[in-house]
């Protein structure tokens, strides 16, 4: 009896604090924070020294090793061990998205350092996987015999088979992804690092070039994918990349591509109750109607406002204002698309609505509706109500957000979260011993998995916390992604300081250029000390066999009004041929030219070196 009461009186805690939460607000600068930590989690490849999520190992490092190609990296999609390709590119885009649009928010939170870690993980990868103009390795792991194992990342005996589209074997819906997840991270690292933004450009023009010549659906490509990510079509990817291209890069040929295209591939044409991996139109549309509201549609502005048109169907079905052709509700206030993890979907609305609210706001205008012109702050009204119904604001009383609050799911359908960690239970878990010895143990999870957005409850919202129950258990990259961006916006707007698991540093725009330094702590390093301006840029790039090769620029500038004696530079990642600097003793470090010691007040000089894969990272050593 005793037993029961105290049971009995956790669950009443439990019910208090979360009444608490939900009346003082829902701190979302936590949530944030957890969700980043989802990203760790699902790295596939060698983890580095500063990982968070501390029960994760090494995993997938000979990925690509039978086809002569290195695939190591990028992310395991769900709760399984696949990579693959197109929900993996669509979470990278919806990730940048949020560090472009609500860039002082994340940096305000100092979580652009791990937001830019969770994009770079992703679009390190997919260089790696684009390895020629046309060729885009596509996938990693077999679904069915993954599927037929539960064991941990670190143990895996499954095939690792790859599979690549080419002239051959077209996949315009996935190298479009790809390509628009390229382009969106090009701007979003822009500040920090340009050239990095510069080498994720020329993959994303040469993918879109490849999707848009060379069409065809990728699952007709790769029969593997067909029965777990089955493409709709390809048009939406198409103009999706184009937007994204055009964004990063002011080309009207890419706005002249969807405006000619606009009808004939959907995009005027499509008015849609969903956005998801699969349906970009509602993202294309609401990317457009930004470029139309920010002035900038000139000639082409008719047709973007047919855009606009369908990107207001899509936000007026989402507030029950679209003349009765609306989304489905749960009693509990979710909207509901589909009983397979349908959070997903709720939450790739609701960042696509704090977006086109904020947009709205900064012109002054008001979404139009059948039934009347609708403020800005209703639109992201509706956004915080699916972020508070994630965060426990539901039926019953529960966060789907793994980690957050007082009552959230503990039998997650996740193979490492369930499986003891590799680092207190070393032994093998065998393929069949993971279902018999983990899987169908009655307890929770062992690990807990911070920030996944588990599938989340059906139509009535009922929810059972079982972790066979994938439909409603298993989280996912797609799922996560928008979150980041919505959940920023949301601490912004709140008022609350929040009380986070770890801070992240701001990336500063006098960072080294490496995107890597952005994991870093800021403190002044000496290059940023020395009066000295490295001006990193791409100026040619081939391809060798299965290797593309870069030529860069470093332009050294005297930013200073004295002259710069004896500067000694410290030069890391180089693994090609330099011209421009002389060797020292010391290993990695170069000096300056006889003829050039002396770098006079606002004066240059230049370096050259060649390699494959990402820049190196130049700082100063010493100067006079």
Known sequence: MKS????????????????????????????????????????????????????????????????????????????????????????????????????????????????????????????????????????VGDGDSDHYCWERAEDMTTPRTAYKLDQNHPGSDLAGETAAALAASAIAFKPYNSSYSNLLLLHAKQLFTFADRHRGLYDDSIQNAKQFYTSSGYSDELLWAAAWLYRATDDEYFLKYVVDNAVYMGGTGWGVKEFSWDNKYAGVQ??????????????????????????????????????????????????????????????????????????????????????????????????????????????????????????????????GSSIASIFSLQSTVQCVQGFEAWYRRPEGNPNVIYGALVGGPDQN????????????????????????????????????????????????????????????????????????????????????????????????????????KDLKLVIEGLTGSIWGLIPTQQRNTYELPQWQKVLQPGSECSFVYVQGGPQAKVTVQSYN
């Open 4 to 139: 029961l009461n105290f049971v009995g009186l956790c669950l009443l805690l439990g019910m208090l604090v979360l009444e608490a939460l939900i009346a003082e607000g829902f701190n979302y600068g936590d949530a944030l924070d957890k969700t980043l930590m989802f990203f760790e989690a699902q790295r596939s490849g060698k983890l580095p020294a500063n990982q968070r999520v501390k029960w994760r190992g090494d995993s997938g490092l000979k990925d690509g090793y039978l086809q002569g190609v290195n695939l190591v990296g990028g992310y395991y999609d769900a709760g399984d061990h696949v990579k693959f390709g197109l929900p993996m590119a669509y979470t990278v885009t919806m990730l940048a998205w949020g560090a472009i649009d609500f860039r002082k928010e994340l940096t305000d939170l100092d979580q652009m350092g791990h937001a830019l870690w969770s994009i770079g993980w992703g679009t390190d990868y997919f260089m790696k996987a684009h390895t020629r103009p046309n060729v885009l390795w596509a996938q």
């Open 286 to 415: 609401i990317l457009l109607s930004q470029i139309l509201l920010e002035g900038r549609g000139g000639a082409y502005t008719s047709t973007l406002k047919q855009y606009q048109a369908k990107a207001n169907y899509f936000a007026c079905a989402c507030l029950q204002k679209n003349d009765g052709y609306n989304i489905h509700k749960t009693p509990g206030g979710l909207m509901y698309v589909r009983e397979w993890n349908n959070l997903q979907y709720a939450s790739a609305a609701a960042f696509l609505l704090a977006v086109y609210s904020d947009s709205l706001s900064a012109s002054n205008a008001k979404l139009t509706c059948p039934e009347g012109q609708i403020p800005p702050q209703e639109l992201l009204d509706f956004a915080r109500s699916q972020a508070d119904y994630f965060l426990g604001k539901n039926p019953k009383s529960m966060s789907y957000l793994v980690g957050y609050g007082p009552k959230y799911p503990i039998h997650v359908h996740h193979r």
């Open 461 to 564: 919202d009922n929810f059972s916390d079982d972790r066979s129950n994938y439909e409603q258990t298993e989280p996912t990259l797609s799922g996560c992604a928008p979150l980041v961006g919505l959940f920023s916006k949301l601490q912004s707007v709140s008022g609350a300081a929040g009380n986070y698991h770890e801070k992240a540093p701001v990336p500063h725009p006098a960072t080294p250029p490496s995107y890597h330094e952005t994991r870093k702590t800021q403190e002044p390093s000496k290059s940023q000390e020395a009066p000295v301006e490295f001006l990193h840029s791409i100026t040619k790039t081939w391809t060798v066999g299965p290797t593309a090769y870069y030529r860069h620029r470093v332009v050294i500038k005297n930013k200073s009004e004295k002259p710069i």
